[in-house]
């Protein structure tokens, strides 16, 4: 196994080109360590992305943010500005183990390890987050959403890694939240996990908002049904009991050691409508 | 802040309630292991290592239940760097019968060998089948892929209720069930019946105005100890050996492998090394004697380690069982019979401790009719092995819930419905013999008058409260006290340090001699260094141990007041030992300047030659403790989710020698009792494999789950003891159980009957009651 330490995109893209499928990509590594040292991966070359000046930075871009893949949680949380504008994606990436692991993990790699439970990942669909994607062909920009196909798999080809995140501008008037269960308080996976964006105008009604499912079926969820039993309503009871109904609607969870079908579903419109209240008192505030 | 206030107000109570002023028992000093463990240069199991060191793994079983049918290593043997692969014809059968108490636990041999290496069948997952040892961790693991093991799938059992049924397959063919009469003659899973009690159950019951009745069924829940096993043996071509292991009890581990391995005892010589948690997982062997025959057969030292996948799929676990409980008591709140029926997972060989449970189950009670019995039942998990009060959680979770129905029904405050009927000294125990000095009552009394007990609950909180009680046990124990010629000591004691014990015995002794504590160096010598010692469980290393070191402190003072008298020319009667010194007495009193230890160490040679203080001995008299527990909880109504928002713990220590870690053992024993409670269980496929063996999936409680865990040391002394100790170490895990699901009961109307109260299982039985 070889360890490589790239300095720019383009040298990383070389290095996984040419290794042709039997790279990985080293971000904070509290996935990859694990799985190798559990034998469960055996690439022949680790690529460390963390020398890449472009992944290890926030910076402010048309009104939004780019926040590069290989920013920690802890790094996120010290960051006032995105905190301020996108506290929902922040927590869920906070949330994630431990201050240990704070000072490693990233959003970049929560979402290409590609877990059904990944905490930021349903935050970031919420914020209709996208990716900017650098590969032999040159960069593409794909919504969060469509980057999992299923449980470890991605629509990354051979060669592309995620270089950043993008979050949109934020309208006045917008909040976000997310929330998970865990049987725990902390160092725990995900049974159910729900992030909520709205967007309100200058009257309370609600002009826009987008619902992302975590951990309740084979990739994290935008559930747009719920989105829009939201939208054009004040945010009332009706309307977030109408949002619950379309959020448990939504869920295709398995059975298994983590959850029951019944619990997951259940539960999972129970968080929808506690994220949902959190986003709409913060979308209240600014 | 409540537990804060709690350790000044322990503080103060240290100075001022000993009638004889103690200037080290009693304090809480610096642990002298404390340093060594917060830099890292500790030596935990696998931190040894020595030249030509080999790696050894093991394979396991894929099969709940199978018979093998044949093993061929040859292509593992075959494979470079690969020095030994030892099978079941490694290890001599053990003969029927081969049965020897150890600790809380009996061991047979003829099942202990089958254990650590599975002979006709494999009875779990996990089964220890073959090992390796190679040159390298990557060769071992390699070799294990390229043993051939052939396989006949069985039908398994896990389930205790199933275990018992007439189709069950049957996980040894030829077992007849004790302790029945007659006894059956057909072979069943069911190994052993036990019964304790005294008066006529059914006259009690008749007496009865309220009869309560329950079932209850728990899972099988694992110690949780954060090492993993891990040893080192070396074997040499003379057929000597040394073993280096993480172990409860050096002496008895030894005593296991040399009977495996068909060698004189002597001829092994163990070394314990610090303990990453036990709990009594660790008071039996798994690894070491594999490695020792591994060593055997390479000529080479071989380290094993067990990965956290194999400690859960072999090693522990504390059993699951399937109880029924019924009392009755009159409408004044006297309890007029109990009677309890423990059926308790043993594992895939007998020995689950369904007789300590029978026994304890309803030993805080003052009864005249009472009855418990209990199965001891085969099933393909691995076998269990003993954690902290082996038993008693599970048979106390049953009964105190009961308890707490009937408070409920007879509109009793629950504390005051247990004193009613609670145990004193001098009445005879529910199993048979008479207390004699015991904190019951007086840790029931402490609970109710506690802050705790006494502040209003928050809305929707829930508040529960239940009693426990563990024998404690004393056992055989040796201590040696080496004076130095500067007069300091070094103090070898042979049980396994796991809970501060060398600051507690090191404490005993310079109270003992008057000397200062930092005069005395506690070390756990190997098992050549002393005579045999039992290992350290049941509580009793506080006990035992301060027997064994204040006995030979007293050794040492006489030898140090002969010394005296041959200097001073005095008979041995006028020197006596006072303050750490030897001074003239009686008639000469004040004749000669006192001597220290200092000034006798300087010239032992001129007065006799080396100063050793030796005591060995069989301890007896272990004083039984009582706790109660006072836990509130809130209940998320939409999640299901159970949060302990405050806990105290209240139990009698006799005499707290060290009260930071009596408060520890205290507060250990609650949260791993909040853990047993709430989310603690072994998750198993239809095919008898377990999906969770892993600290992601087998939910210990982080310490974000636990309130500050709030402790009451209750003394009342043990006269057995010469500073008044009982066990403190096993009592705690009792009550939390019951507790914790009495406090849920209290929040939510619901009672629950089987653990673990997860948060499905919670939200399922709320939308259930509607
Ligand atoms: C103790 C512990 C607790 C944890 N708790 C949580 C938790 O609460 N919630 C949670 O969601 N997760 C949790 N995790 C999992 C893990 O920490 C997160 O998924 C984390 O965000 C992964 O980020 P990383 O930078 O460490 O990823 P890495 O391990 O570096 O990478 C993860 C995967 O993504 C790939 N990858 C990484 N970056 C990129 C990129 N830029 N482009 C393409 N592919 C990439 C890697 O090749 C690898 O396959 C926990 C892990 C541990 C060890």
Redesign the pocket.
């Known amino acids: 196994m070889r360890y490589e330490v790239p300095e720019t995109v383009d040298a990383a893209v070389a290095l996984l080109a040419a290794a042709n499928g039997s790279a990985?990509?080293?971000?904070?590594?509290?996935?990859?360590?694990?799985?190798l040292r559990a034998g469960l991966?055996e690439p022949d070359v680790v690529v460390d992305?963390k020398k890449i000046s472009q992944?290890r930075q926030v910076t402010a871009q048309d009104g939004g943010f780019r926040v590069g893949?290989?920013v920690?949680?802890a790094e996120l949380d010290e960051h006032p500005d995105l905190k301020k504008n996108w506290p929902g994606v922040v927590e869920a990436?906070e949330?994630?183990?431990?201050t240990q692991?704070q000072g490693?993990?990233?959003?970049?790699?929560?979402?290409?390890?590609?877990?059904p439970?990944?905490?930021?990942v349903p935050a970031l669909i919420a914020a209709a987050a996208t990716c900017q994607i650098a590969g032999p062909d040159g960069e593409r920009t794909v919504p969060v959403e469509s980057i999992c196909t299923g449980p470890g798999k991605?629509i990354?080809g051979t060669g592309?890694?995620?270089?950043s995140l993008i979050l949109p501008a934020r309208p006045p008037h917008s909040g976000d939240a997310y929330l998970r269960f865990?049987p725990r308080t902390?160092?725990?996976?995900?049974v159910v996990g729900v992030g909520v964006s709205l967007t309100l105008d200058g009257a309370g009604q609600c002009i826009a908002a987008r619902v992302g499912l975590g951990a309740v079926a084979a990739t994290a969820l935008l559930v747009t049904e719920a989105a829009d039993a939201l939208v054009g309503t004040a945010v009332d009871e009706g309307a977030v009991e109408k949002m619950q109904q379309a959020v448990r609607a939504a869920c295709r969870p398995i059975d298994d050691k983590r959850g029951t079908i019944a619990y997951r579903t259940q539960v999972s419109g129970v968080l929808a409508g506690r994220a949902c209240r959190i986003a709409l008192e913060r979308a209240g505030e600014h | 802040m409540a537990a804060v206030e709690k350790i000044i107000e322990n503080r103060i109570d240290d100075k001022t309630t000993d009638s004889k002023a103690l200037k080290w028992v009693g304090t809480r000093a610096p642990r002298p292991d404390g340093v060594d463990k917060v830099t890292g240069r500790a030596k935990f199991g696998a931190d040894t290592h020595l030249p030509n060191m080999l790696i050894g793994k093991v394979l396991r079983s894929p099969h709940a239940h199978a018979r093998i049918l044949s093993i061929d290593p040859s292509a593992a043997l075959a494979l470079p760097g690969v020095k030994a692969v030892v099978t079941r014809d490694d290890f001599p059968d053990q003969p029927a019968g081969a049965v020897q108490p150890a600790g809380e636990m009996i061991i047979n041999y003829r099942d202990m060998t089958r254990n650590i290496m599975a002979r006709e069948k494999a009875l779990y997952e996990g089964h220890a089948v073959a090992a390796v040892a190679a040159v390298s961790d990557r060769v071992a693991g390699q070799a294990l892929t390229l043993i051939k093991v052939d396989y006949e799938v069985l039908p398994h059992v896990i389930d205790v209720d199933e275990a018992m049924g007439a189709d069950a397959p049957l996980i040894q063919e030829d077992l007849i069930t004790e302790g029945m009469d007659p006894a059956p003659e057909k072979p069943s899973n069911i190994a052993k019946r036990v019964e304790f009690g005294h008066g006529d159950i059914e006259t009690g019951f008749s007496q009865a105005q309220v009869v309560i009745e329950r079932e209850f069924k728990t899972r099988p829940v694992h110690q949780g100890y954060i090492e993993p096993h891990a040893c080192l043996a070396s074997f040499s071509e003379d057929g000597q050996a040394d073993l280096w292991c993480s172990t409860q009890g050096h002496y008895v581990a030894r005593g296991h492998c040399a009977t495996l391995l068909g060698m004189d005892v002597s001829k092994l010589r163990v070394t314990s090394s610090e303990i990453g948690g036990g709990f009594g997982g660790k008071t039996v062997v798994y690894l070491e004697p594999v490695a020792l025959a591994l060593s055997r057969k390479a000529c080479q030292p071989v380290k094993m380690v067990m990965t956290r996948d194999e400690v859960f799929r072999a090693s522990g676990p504390a059993c699951g069982t399937s109880m029924q409980v019924r009392i009755g008591a009159t409408r004044e709140g006297k309890i007029t019979a109990g009677d309890a029926t423990l059926k308790f997972q043993a594992g895939a060989f007998a020995g689950s401790p369904v007789p300590a449970a029978a026994m304890c189950a309803f030993a805080p009670y003052d009864l005249e009719h009472v009855r418990s019995v209990g199965y001891d039942v085969l099933v393909n998990r691995p076998k269990v092995a003993a954690y902290r009060a082996p038993g008693a959680p599970l048979g106390e979770y049953a009964v105190e819930s009961v308890i707490d129905e009937l408070a409920k029904a007879l509109e009793l405050d629950p504390i005051e419905f247990r004193l009613l009927n609670a145990v004193r000294e001098g009445v005879d125990s529910s199993y048979g013999p008479k207390f004699g000095p015991i904190g019951c009552i007086q840790t029931l009394e402490a609970a109710r008058d506690h802050d705790h007990y006494q502040t209003p609950l928050g809305s929707g909180q829930g508040r529960g409260v239940a009693t426990g009680y563990w024998f404690n046990i004393g056992g055989q124990t040796s201590a040696t006290l080496n004076l130095s010629e500067d007069g300091s000591v070094a103090l070898v004691v042979g049980t396994p340090d796991i809970g501060g014990s060398r600051a507690s015995l090191a404490m005993m002794t310079a109270e003992t001699l008057g000397i200062e504590l930092d005069k005395v160096r506690p070390l756990v010598g190997d098992t050549s260094a002393l005579g045999y010692n039992m290992l350290t469980g049941g509580s009793r290393v506080t006990f035992a141990g301060g027997i064994a070191v204040v006995g030979a402190a007293e050794d040492l003072i006489r030898q140090l007041c002969e010394r005296a008298a041959l200097t001073w020319d005095l008979p041995l009667d006028d020197v006596e030992w006072i303050e750490g010194e030897a001074r003239p007495a009686n008639g000469r009193a004040g004749s000669e300047a006192p001597m220290s230890m200092a000034e006798i160490a300087k010239d032992m040679a001129k007065s006799g030659g080396p100063i050793v203080g030796r005591h060995s001995t069989n301890a007896q008299g272990a004083g039984p403790s009582f706790g109660t527990h006072v836990v509130d909880v809130d209940v998320d109504r939409e999640t299901g989710r159970v949060s302990v928002t405050r806990y105290t713990v209240v139990q009698d220590a006799g005499k707290a020698i060290h009260p930071g870690y009596v408060e520890g053992q205290y507060q250990g024993g609650a949260v791993q009792g909040i853990g047993w409670a709430l989310n603690e269980e072994y998750i198993y496929d239809e095919k008898g494999k377990i999906e969770n063996a892993g600290f992601l999936d087998y939910r210990v409680p982080v310490c974000s789950d636990v309130p500050m865990i709030d402790t009451v040391i209750v003394e009342v002394p043990n006269p057995e003891h010469p500073y008044g100790v009982r066990g403190v170490g096993e009592t705690p895990i009792v009550p939390p159980l019951a507790a914790i699901s009495n406090a849920v009961e209290n929040a939510l109307g619901i009672r629950f009957t089987e653990l673990p109260m997860s948060p499905p299982r919670v939200l399922a039985a709320i939308e259930q009651a509607g």
């Not at chain 1, 990985?24 to 799985?35: C, E, H, K, M």
């Not at chain 1, 592309?160 to 270089?163: A, G, H, I, Y």
């Not at chain 1, 902390?186 to 995900?190: C, F, K, N, Q, V």
């Open positions: 990985r990509i080293l971000a904070g590594g509290t996935d990859l360590l694990v799985q991966v992305i992944t893949a290989a920690t949680g990436a949330l994630i183990g431990s692991v490693r993990a990233t959003m970049g790699g929560n979402l290409c390890n590609a877990s439970a990944a905490d930021s991605t990354l592309e890694f995620v270089v865990i902390e160092m725990d996976i995900a």
